[in-house]
Nanobody, 124 residues
């Protein structure tokens, strides 16, 4: 069993930055890929970024490439999402998720464990 707890969300102006953190408990964190997803009101949950085990490869949605950076600290069982140059369209609930594979996959169906989500609101 893996428990994921996100933090770091909040309200920021357009062009601002936020760093999300996801603390994982349970042995599964070691050896699996991790991802970030987001869901805006009335929309489906969408892929944002993923990082493989042990953290040598990453994958990003086109909409966040060059602005967001995913990273992981395996000693702390934590994955991060650094978000820069934020836009109003980035407003959503952001979820951390853990897969059952080492690869940085993008499909929600490949992720077994999910956090409770953290709200990110970007004002224009």
């Amino acid at each position: 069993q893996v428990q994921l707890v996100e933090s770091g969300g909040g309200l920021v102006q357009t062009g601002g930055s936020l760093r999300l953190s996801c603390a994982a408990s349970g042995r599964t964190f070691s050896s699996v890929a991790m991802g970030w997803f987001r869901q805006a009101p009335g929309k489906e949950r969408q892929f944002v970024a993923a990082i493989n085990w042990p953290g040598t490869n990453t994958n990003y949605a086109d909409s966040v490439k060059g602005r967001f950076t995913i990273s992981r600290d395996n000693a702390k069982n934590t994955v991060y999402l650094q978000m820069n140059s934020l836009k109003p369209e980035d407003t959503a609930v952001y979820y951390c998720a853990a897969t059952d594979t080492k690869m940085a996959v993008t499909s929600t169906r490949r992720y077994k464990y999910w956090g409770q989500g953290t709200q990110v609101t970007v004002s224009s």
